[in-house]
């Protein structure tokens, strides 16, 4: 008996010690938002061009180089969970796919208003995956209206520069 309860101790501490480990091999429908990588080498993002960013544009593509077979999966923050959950298509699916012999990935993802807090997950084995954290901020019609008028008294405004 006494075997059996240490057995069963050692399968549940082998268990627990191994979860990270799963997480990271997994894609996930949501991440903690301290979710961190285990190397930096598995994707260059190239668009946006810089982990923060602003865009006027709702639909957004994300590129980038990464290592063939890699594993891309993209999350959202929801600040009602405090954790990035899983971005989905229009049919349901997982915003996520293979690199394939090419090296490139893109994806389009539509942003909402204001603060978009959007994470990229590369994965290559249960123990080798990269996190690129993006935010990415969408200026709706009337902010850049807002900020046109602001402008506009001095005889160019913000709209015109960007037409």
Same mark, same amino acid.
């Given at each position: 008996m006494a075997k059996l309860k240490f057995l069963t101790a050692c399968v549940l501490i082998i268990? /627990?010690?191994?979860?990270?480990?799963?997480?990271?091999?997994?894609?996930? %429908? %949501? /991440?903690?938002?301290?979710?961190?990588g285990t190397v930096d080498?598995?994707?260059?993002?190239?668009?946006?061009?810089?982990?923060?960013?602003?865009?006027?544009?709702?639909?957004?593509?994300?590129?980038?180089?990464a290592v063939k077979g890699t594993k891309v999966t993209l999350y959202a923050y929801d600040p009602a969970t405090g954790s990035y959950e899983v971005l989905r298509n229009s049919w349901g699916g997982k915003l996520e796919s293979y690199v394939g012999s090419s090296g490139l990935y893109v994806?389009?993802?539509?942003?909402?208003?204001? /603060?978009?807090?959007?994470?990229?997950?590369?994965?290559? %084995?249960?123990?080798?995956?990269?996190?690129?954290?993006?935010?990415?901020? /969408?200026?709706?019609?009337g902010y850049m209206e807002n900020v046109n008028g602001n402008f506009k008294s001095n005889g160019i405004g913000v709209i015109d520069i960007f037409h």
């Open positions: 268990i /627990l010690a191994s979860m990270p480990l799963m997480v990271g091999a997994t894609s996930a %429908s %949501s /991440l903690p938002a301290y979710y961190s080498y598995l994707i260059d993002i190239r668009n946006p061009e810089t982990i923060v960013s602003t865009t006027t544009n709702r639909n957004c593509v994300i590129s980038a180089v994806q389009q993802i539509t942003l909402k208003d204001g /603060l978009n807090s959007i994470m990229v997950v590369a994965n290559s %084995s249960t123990v080798t995956y990269e996190v690129v954290k993006l935010e990415i901020s /969408l200026l709706n019609k």
